[in-house]
């Protein structure tokens, strides 16, 4: 058999995520119904994770096992020819048979957008928190340390969370500021919970508001109560930007 790598970009705004539900779309079944058709074989992708209803991916990584001969190429073209235009594969690469899109992963990135000025946006509604509010970057740049290296982030996840294990590293967190008023933040982790990063964007829309000090941001990671975090950022902000493999 061999196994396929695949990179895809997707707009979430329309699905239940990623991962297959009885109750709705999900980006995963498109997938495989779609590579189905082409190889003619019940197939199953297997994705380096979840992302939520209304979440995005840029670079979202999976994997499938087939018998098919088809090349690469022929394979990209004729799964995005049957993929809906919110869902594009952007790279099919046969790769070792020991490639696991999951278990094989080192860190993600995700990326969360707000759009940050008193009006609402129009273009950007479905891929960006409007906060009309100004939000201080030097306040928010102020905590983003407290973050940063192994923590048990049971203040910062769902409380209906899968893992048991909610402990993480944080390799890296930026916040940065672009001239439209759209402030860009980056989290890079060794793995992350789920709301996790919605929960973090949160907190740090608090401290930017000022409703929220440093101190505070530190009690509340060490209190390990979700309870104690505040509102969870809603999905339509936050994209998958990559998956990064050893």
């Known amino acids: ?119 609402r946006p129009a273009l950007e509604r479905h891929y960006a928190w409007f906060v009309w509010e100004p939000l201080s970057l030097s306040k928010i740049n102020g905590v983003l340390d407290l973050f940063l290296g192994r923590h048990d982030f049971s203040s910062f996840c769902s409380t209906h969370t899968d893992s048991p294990d909610h402990i993480r590293t944080i390799l890296d967190i930026v916040v940065e500021k672009d001239a439209e008023d759209m402030i860009h933040i980056l989290i890079e982790a060794d793995g992350f919970l789920r709301y996790m990063v919605r929960t973090i964007v949160g907190a740090l829309v608090d401290v930017g508001r000022g409703k929220c000090s440093r101190e505070e941001v530190a009690e509340i990671l060490l209190a390990k109560d979700r309870r104690r975090a505040g509102l969870t950022a809603p999905p339509h902000g936050l994209f998958l930007k990559d998956v990064k493999y050893g």
Not at 21 to 31: A, K, V, Y
Not at 98 to 103: L, P, Q
């Open 1 to 119: 058999m061999r196994n396929i790598r695949l990179v895809i970009e997707y707009d979430g705004t329309a699905y239940c995520g990623w991962q297959r539900q009885e109750n709705g779309l999900s980006i995963q079944q498109l997938l495989e119904e779609s590579i189905g058709r082409m190889t003619g074989e019940a197939i199953r992708v297997i994705g380096s994770g979840r992302t939520d209803a209304g979440v995005h991916a840029l670079r979202q990584v999976a994997h499938f096992h087939t018998a098919s001969l088809l090349g690469e190429r022929n394979l990209l073209m004729g799964i995005n020819s049957l993929l809906p235009a919110d869902i594009v594969v952007r790279e099919v690469q046969e790769v070792d048979p020991s490639f696991h899109a999951r278990y094989s992963v080192k860190s993600k990135v995700y990326l969360y957008r707000i759009c940050n000025r008193p009006v």
